[in-house]
């Protein structure tokens, strides 16, 4: 299975834009460095599937940056696992599943149907943990270990 890293983005607060990165640090204590819910138990880190972004935005019939959906992870080739518990390493930091991320309202304040789009297959992607620190960057490896 190969899969690499094509997406890093964080925010400093809620609803704020989102900012891309080439590289980040991740850690347990602060998820994306500089993400401002990177300290929510279980859900430091948020992951997208590259597959299932382009399935969204073609149920919803356009395109849209993959930062509309707010999460920090975007990865290709990957997006048939989805499992609670797997664990990702992701450059030099090791992430875990904990969970769907479900779409939120605010999908459809950004682009209406979007949050339909996002329901089936888990298409809005998955909410990690951190269990190690590490450094990510565009084009890193992303394995499940």
Request: with cysteine; glycine share 8%; hydrophobic share 45%.
């Amino acid at each position: 299975m190969s899969a690499r890293l094509i997406g890093i983005a964080r925010r400093d607060k809620p609803r704020a834009p989102m900012e891309t990165l080439d590289r980040a640090n991740v850690t347990t204590q602060a998820g994306i460095v500089g993400d401002c819910r990177g300290t929510v138990q279980d859900r430091q880190v948020t992951l997208i599937f590259r597959e299932d972004w382009t399935a969204a935005c073609q149920a919803l019939g356009r395109e849209l940056p993959w930062v509309t959906r707010r999460g920090n992870l975007l990865v290709e080739g990957l997006a048939d696992f989805k499992r609670v518990g797997a664990q990702l390493k992701v450059g030099s930091a090791l992430l875990e599943i904990t969970e769907e991320n479900p779409p939120c309202r605010l999908m459809d304040i950004l682009a209406e149907g979007l949050r339909v789009a996002l329901q089936p297959d888990w298409r809005a992607g998955v909410a990690c943990r951190v269990l190690q620190d590490g450094t990510i960057a565009l084009g890193d490896r992303v394995e499940v270990v």
